[in-house]
């Protein structure tokens, strides 16, 4: 199997009203006549066309090359810079296509990539991670509440960094009060406290009994996370913004997190590194975004938490991913077991 070329598709779509978000896809041609498929998130919308073509330059330099060989193609992608600053555009492209790679590699041995990756389980817990922000009234919360217990969530993650720490506490207090004792509370302060209010937060928590407390304090402030981590009775879970080991290293070397968060940015083959070195370490690993594609490597490792389910790149498939009794049932088909969606592809095109 050789890599023959690729096409772009920069897409604006939304899920269930309630999170829209626009993508750069990528189908990554194959002289087999089989494609490999992943898609870019958080491109900013003056971005989109940059991101595209500096995907379709670097397929361009893999060309004749086999897909199967994630490892030589992404140190051929990024390898020049290894070592020295690379752009975030260039890395995240490259992350992309090392994705793609991976469901060819899958479909071109009809195997799952979770079970190519070792294959640890085929079911995990799975979170809900959308409109749970404090802000809107709460009959409209509970409400949302209520829809995901009924479709079978039993996690929920709700973004309160940028609330005020008493604002803070009464939301997460409210969810607890319409979720029950049974389900899983994720609170995410997204990088803006202080170790401090941190801790504050952290302490007048207590009695809601949270799953983890997501980024603390800046991503930069290793010490900062590590006291915060100390600190606190609740688990504390850092990662997402990472794009190179190095990076996780310190995280875990400094004791920093008890759960390590990694985002698609180092592409699945970075993914599988950074998960079997937090195992080292005796930490749980979770997904940032991708879920269609990092579910993979959470199911085929021992030390794979839970998914985290940010839908924004739902609509761009034809099947919704499969949640029951608050678990992820992975898809048995070839590669990352996902179908694009070819009329969302031309109706919710970003020109
Ligand atoms: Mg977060």
Redesign the pocket.
């Known amino acids: 199997m050789k890599i023959t070329g690729c096409e772009t598709h920069a897409v604006t779509v939304n899920y269930e009203g309630m999170m829209s978000g626009t993508h750069v896809v990528l189908r990554l041609r194959t002289d087999q006549g089989i494609e490999g498929i992943s898609y870019v998130s958080r491109v900013g919308p003056r971005n989109i066309r940059a991101m595209a073509l500096v995907m379709e330059a670097m397929v361009e330099s893999l060309n004749g090359l086999d897909p199967s060989n994630t490892e030589e193609n992404f140190r051929k992608l990024i390898g020049p810079s290894l070592g020295a600053p690379v752009s975030g555009l260039e890395l995240r492209a490259a992350s992309a296509i090392d994705v793609a790679c991976w469901d060819l590699k899958g479909k071109a041995v009809g195997q799952p990539v979770y079970k190519l990756m070792g294959g640890f389980r085929d079911r995990l817990p799975i979170s809900a991670n959308w409109a749970l922000m404090p802000g809107p009234p709460k009959d409209k919360l509970q409400a949302h509440l209520e829809n995901l217990l009924a479709r079978g969530f039993r996690a929920v993650k709700a973004?309160c960094g940028f609330a005020t720490i008493p604002a803070a506490v009464d939301h997460v207090k409210f969810i607890r009060s319409v979720v029950g004792p049974e389900v899983k509370i994720i609170v995410?302060l997204?990088f803006q406290h202080g170790v401090k209010d941190a801790l504050r937060f952290a302490r007048e928590t207590e009695e809601v009994d949270l799953y983890w407390i997501?980024?603390p304090v800046a991503f930069h402030d290793y010490e900062g996370m590590a006291e915060v981590r100390a600190g606190a009775r609740q688990p504390i879970t850092c990662g997402?913004v990472y794009q190179f080991q190095h990076e996780f290293k310190w995280l875990l070397e400094k004791r920093c997190s008890d759960n390590v968060?990694i985002d698609q940015d180092l592409g699945l083959t970075g993914f599988l590194k950074v998960a079997h070195m937090a195992q080292a370490y005796g930490c749980p690993v979770i997904n940032?975004l991708a879920p269609e594609a990092l579910s993979h490597p959470i199911a085929a490792v021992p030390n794979g938490l839970i998914v985290g389910l940010v839908p924004w790149g739902q609509p761009l498939f034809t099947e919704p991913m499969k949640v029951e009794d608050g678990n992820l049932v992975m898809s048995a088909a070839p590669g990352l077991g996902l179908t694009l969606d070819e009329d969302v592809l031309v109706k919710c095109a970003v020109n």
């Open positions: 973004p995410d997204n997501e980024d997402e968060m940032h």
